[in-house]
């Protein structure tokens, strides 16, 4: 089993920044491609944000390729979503994913709790 938790969000003012972290616990050797997803519009379905391999490898939404960033700490089975520039459109819960599949881009089993993320205009 593994738990993800999450914590950094927040609200903030259109072009402001916020950092997401997510920190694993439990069985970390199968996570091993982590990722951050949102809740779309409408709130049915969670969408890719962002998504890391163990090596470093990186796979972003189109919507966020420059304002954001993932990145890891393997010691401390730690991923970090840096999101600057953000946009209202940006405002919905963002959600820790583990493991991801090979190509960076379907979720996997485990999920965490979900941080708030609103952007004000």
């Known amino acids: 089993q593994v738990q993800l938790v999450e914590s950094g969000g927040g609200l903030v003012q259109a072009g402001g920044s916020l950092r997401l972290s997510c920190t694993a616990s439990?069985?970390?050797?199968?996570?091993?491609?982590m990722g951050w997803f949102r809740q779309a519009p409408g709130g049915k379905q969670r969408e890719l944000v962002a998504?890391?391999?163990?090596?470093?490898?990186?796979n972003y939404a189109d919507s966020v390729k420059g304002r954001f960033t993932i990145s890891r700490n393997n010691a401390k089975n730690a991923v970090y979503l840096q999101m600057n520039s953000l946009k209202p459109e940006d405002t919905t819960v963002y959600c820790c994913?583990?493991?991801?599949?090979?190509?960076?881009?379907?979720?996997?089993?485990?999920w965490g709790q979900g941080t708030q993320v609103t952007v004000s205009s």
């Open positions: 994913n583990g493991p991801l599949n090979w190509l960076l881009t379907l979720p996997g089993a485990y």
């Open positions: 439990g069985s970390t050797s199968s996570i091993n491609r």
């Open positions: 998504a890391i391999s163990s090596g470093g490898g990186t």
